[in-house]
């Protein structure tokens, strides 16, 4: 079975804690990443140990998974060998031959465009650069560098090879829905599509072997860096609320927003999910943080998963109320989808 994991709003939904989630408990054969490259970070909580990563998939913590990463995606190889050796995963992550390659002299481009990191708000990780460098055909990929080859693979092969033997395989996506750069708040938007199908194309899988799309919403919203944000709130009634926080990448405050249903029609319009992931349940509703059933869930928390699920038509199916991988409220099985 293929499950795709992709964003529903601005990024920093907490998609890395849902694929941890999703990791453990489904023990996929495979989990692959897709999406631009560096300039993205996912967190993952496993046993206490805070892993804040730009490179390896989430699903490193399921030790007998196949960590891959797609050709549609880029790599900065000083990066990539610190979270191999961060994860412990040498001899079980691998690249895709044509995965491009970010240069120190992408970087360096980038953190000199005030275009990009003042008005666009650009995490300068070189990812745009490289991307332009792709589309002219001159950028340097995996198979190029002699200091990655034992760490290639045709990923399109491998997970196309892993479905036809029925097992399961995870796709990871990276950002959000409106950071695409067709689909998003244009010009503030990341350097390539990252709705579903692209994420897809990413890895080399085609759209007829998708089983389950899960967009992973957030309980509120939230952007880093420039561009729209629908009914944003001041910073600190932000900060009174509880619901600041920082960046995994960048180390900037997040800029805040209350859930917003245009956002989710139009992500679900885009990304035809067959399953909503909600996350930090637990900021909105701190009574039920930590909790594991839904039958626990207060009257307050449950009506607002109701109100989605009613609005949008589509199963709340997991429900994180923490950053820890087992704060999860798992209802696949309740409602039949597994």
Same mark, same amino acid.
């Given at each position: 079975? #293929? ?24 023990? /996929? ?12 970070g ?10 804040? #990563?730009?490179?390896i /998939? ?18 900065? /190889? ?6 191999v ?15 491009g ?27 745009g ?31 196309n ?45 085609g ?47 997040r %800029? ?24 930090k349940?637990?900021?909105?509703? /701190? ?5 594991t ?9 449950k ?27 798992d209802? %696949? %099985?309740? #409602?039949?989808?597994?």
């Open positions: 079975m #293929l499950t795709v994991v992709v964003d529903g709003f601005f990024g920093d939904t907490g998609k890395g804690k849902i694929v941890s989630y999703l990791s453990i408990s489904d023990k /996929p054969s495979i989990v692959a990443r897709g999406g631009v490259g560096p300039n993205a996912h967190t993952v909580v496993y046993y206490g140990k805070e892993y804040k #990563l730009r490179q /998939p989430s699903g490193f913590v399921h030790k007998k998974s196949l960590l891959l990463i797609g050709a549609g995606v880029l790599v900065y /190889p000083p990066l990539f060998f610190k979270e050796r961060l994860t412990s995963t040498d001899g079980r992550v691998f690249l895709d031959y044509q995965t390659i970010i240069e120190d002299k992408h970087i360096e481009e980038e953190r000199k465009s005030s275009h990009l990191v003042r008005r666009i708000g650009s995490t300068a990780s070189g990812s650069a490289a991307m332009r460098d792709r589309v002219m055909r001159v950028l340097k990929v995996a198979k190029e560098i002699s200091e990655l080859s034992k760490y290639l693979t045709d990923v399109s092969g491998k997970i090879e892993s479905l036809d033997k029925n097992e399961n395989v995870i796709i990871e996506g990276t950002q959000g829905t409106f950071l695409s750069l067709y689909h998003g708040t244009y010009p503030y938007v990341t350097s390539k599509d990252v709705t579903a199908s692209s994420i897809c194309a990413d890895v080399g899988v759209p007829k072997r998708v089983d389950e799309v899960i967009l992973v919403v957030k309980s509120y919203v939230t952007r880093v860096g420039e561009g729209p944000l629908e009914d944003e709130i001041p910073m600190e009634e932000a900060k009174k609320k509880g619901l600041l926080e920082i960046a995994t990448v960048t180390g900037r405050i %800029r805040v927003a209350p859930f917003n249903f245009n956002y989710l029609e139009r992500a679900v319009m885009l990304n035809s999910p067959t399953q909503l992931a909600l996350t349940l637990d900021i909105l509703f /701190p009574q039920d943080k930590g909790k059933s839904y039958s626990a869930l207060s009257k307050e928390a009506e607002f998963v109701e109100s989605i699920e009613n609005r949008i038509g589509i199963p709340v199916s997991i429900i994180s109320t923490g950053p820890e991988s087992k704060s999860t409220i209802r %696949r %099985r309740e #409602l039949g989808l597994i």
